[in-house]
C-alpha cells in the first residue's frame, strides 16, 4: 500500500490523460445516461427509441453501482469490508416495497398477508401507506441497524476479517429472518405484483423514465459527496485509520466515530440505492440478502479498484454486463467466470482496472 | 494518593486550534493551560503491577517524571520499558498500581484516545506513518486541533496552521519531500517524520521508544540537539539502546530490570552502579 | 377321499405336540372373510406361540391354498403345507385379505408376539396394540401388563391397556385407566390424557380431575426426557460445528488464512463418501456397510489433496492480505460448487446410513439417541485428539507452530516454511474432509452442502479465539447446545439470530475470544 489511494480517479488521470480527456469521458457518459430516459420515450418504432428492458437492465446497474461506490466508501477508504452490504440493500428496497404494497393492495391487505389469513397490519407496516414515511423508513432501517450492529462492533475493535465475517452473519440473520412467513415480509416470495407509484402506472414508460432519472441523481450525488469525503480532512483519517489504526489513536482520534459515520452513510446509500432498485426491477425477496449477493458486491469494487471513486463504478458496471451475457449465452458457466474473475482480481489486478489504466498512463 | 487539589485549578485540558504561543521548533509555554502539575511532577507511576498469564512484566515499578525534564530508560531486553510505555498510553491496563498524569488525570481510567488527547504523546519502536498520505497530510492530522468527526468533516488549514507545519517540515528536514508518501521515506526520514508529528501535536509529554535507530551519526547528533531543546519546555521520556546518545541528552537516567526501577541517577552515578554492571555484563 | 383323510389323520399323529391347534390354518382358509375376523379376534385374545408361524405368514402375505382348501406356507418361493404333509392339488393360490383382516392380522400378531423372548419385539407389539387393542383382549393386557418384566415394555402394555378402558363406559374403570395412564412416561399418553380434559370427550368430571393430576405426573416424568434429548441434540449439534470449524481452525487460527472455501471441503468430503459407496454398491455390494470407514481416508486424502493444490496454486500468493485472501478462496468456493453441479447435478445425492449406523438406543420413552449421532459425537473428540497429536506432539506439528509464531526466524532455523503451509493447509481440508462423511450420514448430500455450515464454522472460531484448539471445542458445543435449547423456546431462526447478538456482545467483553492468550501488545 505504497501508493496513494485516496485521490480520485480523476484526480489522478487529469494528470496522465490531461484534464479535458477525462472530463469528456465523465461528460458523455453522464449525457448519455440522461438521454437513455428520454430517449425510453420515443414511440417504440423509432431507430433511437430504448426498450423497456434495456432501460431496466442499466437502471438495475446503475444502482448496483451505487452500492458499489457505498461499499467503497467502507472498504477501500476505511478499510472496513463489509459483507453485508446486501442487507441494507435489501432493506431499503423492502422499505420502498412495503409503500408498493400498500398501494397495490389499496385498503386492503396486501395480498400475502391475506394469503396467511391475517386480519391485521403488523404494527411496522403502519404508516407505509404514506410515500413520505417509506422515504424516511428507507433511510432509517438500514441507517439505524448499522449504527446499532458498528457501534458494538467498533466498540470492541471488531476489526480487518472478524468484521468481514461477523457482517456476513449478520446479512445471513437477516436472509433466515425474512425467510419466515411470519416475519411479515411475504417469507420466500417477497414483494413483487407492484401497480402504482404515487398513483403513477409503475410499468408505464415516463414513469421508468422518472425512476432511471432519479437514480442517475442519485449516483451523480453520492459521487459527488464521495469526492468531497475524499477531498476532506476526513477523508484523510480515514486512510490513515486503514493503514495504522493504532498510530491514530495516539493521534488523538477516536477511530470509532470516524468508523461510525462512515459505516452508517455507506448503509443508507445502499438503502437508497435498493429503494430505487424495487420499482424498477418490481420484485424484492430475501436471496438479495444472501451472502453470496454481498461478497459479489466486493468483487465489483475490488475488479473496479477500490480505494478510487470512479473505480467500483466500472467494477460493477463491468461485472453486471458481463452477467446479463453470460447469463443469456452460457449459463452453466458464469459462476465458474465469476470464481475465475475473484482469484484473477485479487492475484493479479491487487488495485483493480483502475490501477491497470494508471500504469498504462505512467508509461 | 496525591492531595486533592484545589478545584480553580483542575480544568481539563483544552484544545489551543490557533496554536498560539509557540515558538519554531515546537515547543510551546511550559504550564500547559488545564494541566494541573502543581508539585513539579507531570507522570506518576506507583507500584505498577502487570502479568500477562503469570509472567511478571512490570513489578511494583514506581517512577516519576518531573516537568521539563528529559529522562532516559535504560535496562536490558524483555526489562519492561516498552510495557511500562503502554500502560503510560492506556494500551495495556495494569493489574493494580496508580498512575496519573500530573496531578488529577488518572491514567488507568482513561482510554488510549482521550490519553493522548490530554497531551501523552509517543512514538513507537518501529516507526509508523500513515504510508498512504503525503508527509503534509500526516503532519496536517498529528496538528493539535478539534479532533472530532464534525471538526474533521468541514476542518481547513488556517494559514496560522499551515505556517506552523511549514516550520515542522523545515526542522525535521522533509521540507523537499513534504509532498512525497511517506510510505517512500527512508527508515530514517519515517523517524523523523513521526517525531515531526509529535512535535506539531505538542503534547506536554512525549514518550520516545528507540527514537535514533537506523539514523546515521549526523543524524542522531541532530535529534540529541533537538531533543535538548525541547527539554524544560516538555517532558520528554526517552527509551534508548545507544549509550552515547543516551550520554549526550540525558541528564537523568533510570535503569529498569526484570519489571522495576534498578537504579536512578545521572548517567555517570548508574554506569558505576554495582548491581546495573551485574545486570549488564552478567554475574 | 379315504386317501385324504389317512393323511389327515397321519399328519395329526405326527403333529402331535400341535394337535390342539392342528386346525387352524386349515379352519382360517376354509373360512368365509366374516369367519376369518372372528378367527383373528379370538386369537388376539387367546394367543399361542405355536400359532405365531402362521400369523406371521399371514401378515406377509405368504399364506396360500388349493382348491381343496388345504392351507400352504410359502416358504422361499416352495409351498410347505401349513398343517401334516398334504400335497396341493395344483399351485396353491395366495390368500388375499382385506383391509379389515390386515389390520386383525397385525393386532394378533402383537398378542403373539407378546409371549416371545425379545423386549424389543415385544415393546413394538405392545406399540402396536396401543393402537389396534379389542375388548376382547383386556384379559390377555392385564395379565401381560402383570407379568411383564420390561418396564419399557410394561409402560407400553399399559397405555395399550387404559387405551381400551378408557372407551369403557363405567366411569370407574376409566379413572382406573387414567391413574395407570399416569404411572407411564409416555409421550403418547400426554397426548391421550390431554384429549380428556375436554368435557365434551369426557363427560365424567372425576376423571377429568384424575387426567390433570396424572398429565401432570407424565409431564414431571417427560421433562427429563426432554432436557436430556436436547443436552444431546445440542452435543450432536456441537460435535458437528466442530468437525466444521476444526479444519478452519487450523488454516484460519495457525496460518492465519481464512479460506471461504472451507464449506466446499466439508462437501467434497460428502461427495467422496458419496463416490465410495458407490463403488461399494456396484463391485463390493456384500461389504457395502463398510463403506464408510473406507469413505474416511478416501475423503481425507481427496480434500487434503485439493487443498494442497489451492495452497500451492492460489493461496500462498496472498499470505498477510486476509481481506484479499477472503475474496479469491470466495471465488474457489464458487467454482468448487458449479463444478460439482456440472458433474453430479444440482439434485442432492443418496447416502444411505449402513444398517449399524441406523436406529438407536431407547433410554427413556420420549428419548432415542440415534447410532449415526452418537457415532460422530465420538468420532469428532476423536478427530480433536487426533489434530492435538499431530500438532503437539509430531515433528510436522512442531514445524506449524513456528511457522505461525515467526515465520522469517523458522525459515532461518532451516523450516522449510512454504511445505509447511502446503501441509498444515492440507491438514486442515483434510480435516474437513473428514467432517464431510460425517455430514453425509446425518443430512442432505448436495453442492450447497457446505454453504450452510461456512458462517457457523467462522463463529465457533471467531468465538473460541484463533489457535485454540480448546477454545474451538468449547465453542462449537457452547453453540451447539446454545442454539438446541433456544430452538423449541423461539424457534430456529430467532434463535440463531439470538445467538449472534450474543456473540457479537460477547466479543465486546472478550474480543479475543474464550481463550486468548495474553501478551505484549505488539506493532
Known amino acids: ?363 | 494518593m496525591r492531595a486533592t487539589p484545589a478545584p480553580e485549578i483542575m480544568l481539563e485540558p483544552a484544545y489551543d486550534p490557533a496554536g498560539r504561543g509557540r515558538d519554531p521548533i515546537g515547543t510551546s509555554t511550559l504550564a500547559h493551560k488545564g494541566l494541573n502539575v502543581r508539585h513539579g511532577t507531570i507522570l506518576t507511576l506507583e507500584d505498577i503491577n502487570v502479568s500477562f498469564d503469570g509472567f511478571k512484566a512490570l513489578t511494583n515499578l514506581t517512577l516519576y517524571i518531573g516537568v521539563g525534564e528529559l529522562r532516559c530508560i535504560i535496562g536490558p531486553n524483555g526489562a519492561g520499558k516498552t510495557t511500562m510505555m503502554d500502560v503510560i498510553t492506556g494500551k495495556t491496563r495494569p493489574d493494580n498500581g496508580v498512575a496519573y498524569f500530573g496531578e488529577t488525570l488518572d491514567l488507568t481510567k482513561m482510554s488510549e484516545v482521550q490519553i493522548a488527547q490530554s497531551g501523552i504523546g509517543r512514538k513507537f519502536q518501529k516507526p509508523t506513518v500513515f504510508e498512504a498520505l503525503s508527509v503534509f497530510e500526516n503532519l496536517e492530522l498529528a496538528q493539535k486541533t478539534n479532533k472530532s468527526v464534525w471538526a474533521s468533516l468541514r476542518a481547513k488549514l488556517t494559514g496560522e496552521q499551515r505556517d506552523r507545519i511549514d516550520e515542522v517540515l523545515q526542522t525535521i528536514k522533509l521540507d523537499s519531500s513534504r509532498s512525497r508518501p511517506a510510505g517512500l521515506l527512508s527508515h530514517g526520514q519515517k523517524q523523523f517524520l513521526e517525531i515531526g508529528m509529535l512535535l506539531v501535536q505538542d503534547p506536554q509529554l512525549l514518550l520516545l521508544d528507540e527514537p535514533v535507530a537506523g539514523m546515521t551519526d549526523a543524524e542522531t547528533e541532530f535529534t540529541a540537539e533537538l531533543f535538548k531543546s525541547l527539554a524544560r519546555k516538555h517532558s520528554l521520556m526517552v527509551v534508548e539502546h545507544d549509550m552515547g546518545f543516551v550520554g549526550s541528552i540525558a541528564d537523568h537516567v533510570t535503569v529498569l530490570h526484570q519489571g522495576s526501577v534498578l537504579a536512578e541517577g545521572s548517567l555517570e552515578q548508574v554506569q558505576n552502579d554495582e548491581r546495573v554492571i551485574e545486570v549488564y555484563l552478567g554475574r | ?523
Not at chain 1, 446486501?86 to 391487505?109: N, Q, S
Not at chain 1, 446479512?171 to 411475504?186: D, H, K, W, Y
Not at chain 1, 421508468?208 to 432519472?213: E, W
Not at chain 3, 467462522?458 to 447446545?481: D, E, N, R
Open chain 3, 1 to 523: 377321499m379315504s386317501t385324504a383323510l389317512t393323511r389327515i389323520l397321519l399328519s395329526l399323529l405326527l403333529l402331535l405336540p400341535l394337535a390342539a391347534h392342528a386346525g387352524d390354518a386349515q379352519d382360517f382358509v376354509a373360512a368365509n372373510p366374516a369367519k376369518q375376523a372372528s378367527l383373528l379376534e379370538r386369537w388376539s385374545a387367546a394367543p399361542d406361540a405355536a400359532r405365531l408361524p402362521l400369523i406371521e405368514a399371514l401378515q406377509q402375505g405368504r399364506v396360500a391354498a388349493d382348491s381343496a382348501k388345504n392351507a400352504f406356507i410359502e416358504i422361499d418361493g416352495a409351498y410347505q403345507p401349513a398343517e401334516g404333509d398334504v400335497q396341493p392339488v395344483e399351485t396353491p393360490k395366495k390368500l388375499r385379505l382385506n383391509n379389515r383382516l390386515r389390520g386383525l392380522t397385525a393386532t394378533a400378531l402383537a398378542s403373539h408376539q407378546l409371549l416371545g423372548e425379545d423386549p424389543a419385539l415385544r415393546l413394538a407389539a405392545a406399540k402396536q396394540l396401543q393402537k389396534s387393542a379389542k375388548p376382547a383382549q383386556l384379559q390377555l393386557l392385564n395379565a401381560q401388563v402383570a407379568s411383564e418384566t420390561d418396564d419399557g415394555v410394561r409402560d407400553a402394555l399399559t397405555l395399550a391397556l387404559a387405551n381400551l378402558q378408557l372407551v369403557d363406559s363405567d366411569p370407574a374403570v376409566r379413572l382406573a385407566a387414567v391413574r395407570l395412564l399416569g404411572e407411564t412416561g409416555d409421550p403418547l399418553a400426554r397426548t391421550r390424557l390431554e384429549t380428556l380434559l375436554d368435557p365434551a370427550v369426557e363427560i365424567d368430571a372425576g376423571v377429568r380431575t384424575a387426567a390433570e393430576t396424572s398429565l401432570a405426573q407424565v409431564k414431571r416424568k417427560l421433562l427429563i426426557g426432554e432436557l436430556l434429548g436436547q443436552a444431546f441434540s445440542g452435543l450432536s449439534l456441537g460435535s458437528i460445528l466442530l468437525l466444521a470449524a476444526l479444519g478452519l481452525a487450523i488454516t484460519f487460527g495457525l496460518l492465519g488464512v481464512i479460506n471461504m472455501a472451507h464449506g466446499e471441503m466439508l462437501m467434497l468430503g460428502a461427495y467422496s463418501t458419496y463416490m465410495v459407496q458407490v463403488m461399494f454398491q456396484r463391485f463390493a455390494p456384500e461389504a457395502l456397510a463398510l463403506y464408510p470407514l473406507v469413505a474416511l481416508p478416501a475423503a481425507f486424502f481427496v480434500t487434503a489433496a485439493i487443498g494442497m493444490a489451492l495452497e500451492r496454486t492460489v493461496i500462498r500468493h496472498l499470505y498477510g492480505r486476509p481481506l484479499e485472501t477472503l475474496l479469491a478462496t470466495w471465488g474457489i468456493s464458487l467454482i468448487l460448487i458449479q463444478l460439482v453441479r456440472v458433474i453430479f447435478g444440482a439434485q442432492n445425492v443418496e447416502v444411505a446410513n449402513p444398517a449399524w449406523l441406523s436406529g438407536g438406543i431407547q433410554v427413556l420413552p420420549n428419548l432415542v439417541l440415534p447410532y449415526n449421532r452418537i457415532v460422530i459425537i465420538g468420532f469428532a473428540l476423536f478427530v480433536v485428539l487426533l489434530t492435538w497429536l499431530l500438532l503437539n506432539k509430531t515433528r510436522l506439528g512442531l514445524n506449524v507452530r513456528a511457522v505461525t509464531q515467526n515465520r522469517n526466524m523458522a525459515a532461518c532455523c532451516g523450516v522449510p516454511t512454504g511445505r509447511v503451509d502446503m501441509l498444515a493447509f492440507g491438514l486442515g481440508s483434510g480435516i474437513a474432509g473428514l467432517g464431510g462423511v460425517a455430514l453425509s450420514q446425518i443430512g442432505n448430500v448436495g453442492p450447497d452442502l457446505g454453504q450452510s455450515y461456512i458462517i457457523d464454522s467462522f463463529l465457533v472460531v471467531v468465538l473460541g479465539g484463533v489457535g485454540q484448539l480448546a477454545g474451538s471445542v468449547m465453542a462449537a458445543f457452547g453453540l451447539g447446545i446454545a442454539n438446541k435449547i433456544l430452538e423449541p423456546q423461539i424457534g430456529a431462526v430467532l434463535g440463531k439470530i439470538l445467538i449472534l447478538a450474543l456473540i457479537i456482545l460477547f466479543i465486546q467483553k472478550r474480543p479475543q475470544g474464550l481463550f486468548a492468550l495474553k501478551g505484549r501488545v505488539i506493532d
Open chain 1, 1 to 363: 500500500m505504497t501508493m496513494p489511494l485516496n485521490q480520485t480517479l480523476l484526480a489522478r488521470a487529469s494528470a496522465k490523460l490531461g484534464p479535458q480527456a477525462s472530463m469528456a469521458i465523465g461528460l458523455l457518459v453522464l449525457a448519455v445516461l440522461l438521454a437513455m430516459p428520454l430517449l425510453h420515450l420515443l414511440p417504440a418504432d423509432n431507430a433511437l427509441h430504448v426498450s423497456a428492458y434495456t432501460l431496466t437492465l442499466v437502471g438495475k446497474i446503475l444502482c448496483y453501482c451505487i452500492v458499489a461506490l457505498a461499499l467503497d466508501l467502507a472498504w477501500g477508504y476505511a478499510g472496513l469490508l463489509s459483507l453485508g452490504h446486501g442487507l441494507f440493500f435489501a432493506l431499503g428496497g423492502y422499505a420502498m416495497g412495503m409503500y408498493l404494497m400498500r398501494e397495490a393492495a389499496g385498503d386492503g391487505l396486501p395480498a400475502f398477508m391475506s394469503f396467511l389469513a391475517w386480519t391485521e397490519l403488523p404494527w411496522y407496516w403502519y404508516g407505509t401507506d404514506s410515500f413520505l414515511w417509506a422515504m424516511c423508513l428507507v433511510v432509517l432501517a438500514p441507517g439505524l441497524l448499522a449504527l446499532v450492529f458498528g457501534f458494538f462492533a467498533f466498540r470492541s475493535r471488531i476489526k480487518g476479517v472478524y468484521f468481514s465475517i461477523m457482517t456476513q452473519a449478520l446479512t445471513f440473520a437477516g436472509m433466515l429472518l425474512f425467510f419466515r412467513n411470519e416475519t411479515g415480509f411475504g417469507g420466500n416470495n417477497g414483494f413483487t405484483n407492484f401497480r402504482t407509484i404515487l398513483g403513477f402506472d409503475i410499468t408505464a414508460a415516463h414513469t421508468r423514465a422518472t425512476l432511471f432519472f432519479a437514480t442517475v441523481v442519485l449516483l451523480v450525488a453520492s459521487l459527488y459527496l464521495g469526492w468531497r469525503l475524499a477531498r476532506s480532512k476526513f477523508g484523510r483519517v480515514l486512510t490513515a485509520l486503514r493503514d495504522a489504526e493504532n498510530r491514530l489513536m495516539f493521534c488523538g482520534y477516536d477511530p470509532r466515530g470516524y468508523k461510525l459515520f462512515i459505516w452508517v452513510l455507506s448503509a443508507v446509500l445502499c438503502g437508497l440505492a435498493g429503494a430505487l432498485y424495487v420499482p424498477q426491477v418490481g420484485i424484492i425477496n430475501p436471496s438479495e440478502m444472501s451472502p453470496t449477493n454481498s461478497i459479489e458486491a466486493a468483487v465489483w469494487v475490488a475488479l473496479g479498484g477500490r480505494g478510487t471513486l470512479i473505480g467500483p463504478l466500472l467494477g460493477a458496471g463491468l461485472v453486471n454486463g458481463m452477467k446479463s451475457w453470460f447469463t443469456v449465452a452460457f449459463p452453466e458457466y458464469w459462476l465458474f467466470a465469476l470464481g475465475f474473475l475473484f482469484i484473477v482480481v485479487t492475484l493479479f489486478l491487487p488495485k483493480g482496472v483502475i490501477g491497470l489504466l494508471r500504469k498504462k498512463g505512467e508509461q
